[in-house]
Every structure is written in C-alpha cells, then in structure tokens.
C-alpha cells in the first residue's frame, strides 16, 4: 500500500437522537480517485463535509496526511453549483482563496499561480468575464481552479457535473481526470450517477443502511484493477464489459425509499 492521504476511523455523524452515518471506515491512498455512490439521504455529502472540516464528527476521526486536526488540513472542496461570486471576474474568483494566509505557499512561484492555472484550465480568454457571462462547463472550470490553486493535496468533489447536459459532463470528467493526474490529486468523489463513479474512480464505494438507522460504506469494488487501468494513466473505456459487470453489481446493491409497484397508484 502507497502513502494514505486520507483515513476514516469510527466515523460517525449524528444530530440529537439521529444518526446521518455511522461506523465509517475508509482509507484513501495518495493519487487515488475513490467515487462514492449511494441514495439520497444516505449522509454522503455530509461525510465530504466532515473531512473538509466543515462539520465536526460526533465520533471516529479524519486524518488528512499526517494532519489529524480540524483546521489547516490540505484540502479543496467543491459542489454541485460553481459558487461563483457574481461581482468578480473569472480570474478574481480563482484568486479568492489565496487571500488567506493558510493558502500563501501556492503564491512563492515566480509565476503567478492564478494566470498559470486559467491557461491549464483553458480559462485565459474569458478571464476578465464575470460568471453570468459564463457557459455551465466554463464556470465549473472555474469553480475547480479556484479550489486547486491553492494545491491541496486531497481534492473533495460533491456532484459538480450534476446540471451539465451529458456532453459537456463528458468532456469535464475526461478534463478532470487529466487534471488529477497532472497534479497528482487524491479525490474523493460524491456521485448518483454510477457510469460516472466507473469512469472516474479507482475505487467505488456504495453507502447505504445496514439496517433501519445505521447508514455506512457497505460494499467497495476495485476498479481500476477490474478494468486493468495502469498507473500510467491508461484510458479507461466507458464500454469495458469489465465496468458493465460491476454496474450490474451496484444496482443490485442499490437502495431506495421509493415504495415498489408506486407508480400504478398515480392519479394525473
């Protein structure tokens, strides 16, 4: 096993009497892209919000590197909606973050970081654009290089290709794959959709309940070893039969409140 860039222990999030999850258990290498799948409901974007600090466990720890505490921690967090703020430009929206002084390392290059990752970014024509001048793929490019150009080294995605049209969602998760592998990111990925949790993730976990009020990590499945993936970056096919079988698997673990026979009830 490689260097752990994250690690999960007892994890437990609860409000009063009710528990989000409980008994996670999770360790991610560095490098590694782990795509986590589940209902809605089942506590996954919490749990992202715990490791980034957002939220406090109620039991159980996060360990980022060799950081166990709650601040400080080398981490980029990014949603569904890009969070641009309306009022700035593309190139002062990435520079938000090096204004804290816990981001200053990424500032020492003698180039500047935030022109350097709008080019990488393919973000240097529309720089001075302000986000309602944006395409969606445009702003969420911009909302991840905001989250990167400070150099985390773990990266935590919650459903940030939810509300592109599947073309435009595409071409970002082959981009995202480049980026991750060019600066060498560990990411931990919030998903609902499972031909994207394959494409992307080395490893995919599902979370659901093991019973009526305990939702945890049920079931893990190696895809990169599955489909043969190197650590050279070979591409991985959306239509390896290998990714089929394990789909097929998934949805048979899946669960869902959704009452079966529901919609022969339906009155329009």
Known sequence: MGALALRLTGAAKRYGASAVFEDVDLALERGE???????SGCGKSTLLRTVAGLEPLSAGLVEVGTDTSLSGRPVGI????????????????????LRFRANAPATRD?????????????????AGAYPDQLSGGQAQRASLARTVVPRPSLLLLDEPFAALDPRTRAALQDWLLDVVRE???????????????LYLGDRVGLMGSRSAARNTITHVWDVAHAAHASAAGTPRRRDDERLRAI???????YQTDVPPGSAGSWVI
């Open 183 to 197: 600066r060498r990111l560990t990411v931990l990925l919030v998903t609902h959709d499972v031909e994207e949790a």
């Open 78 to 97: 990014a949603f569904q909606d890009p969070l641009l703020l309306p009022w700035l430009t593309v190139a002062e929206n990435v520079r938000l973050g």
């Open 33 to 39: 892209v782990f795509s986590l799948l589940g209902p």
């Open 110 to 126: 003698s180039e500047d970081p935030v022109q350097r990752i709008l080019r990488d970014f393919g973000l240097a024509a529309v």
């Open 247 to 253: 789909r097929r698997e998934i949805l048979a673990q």
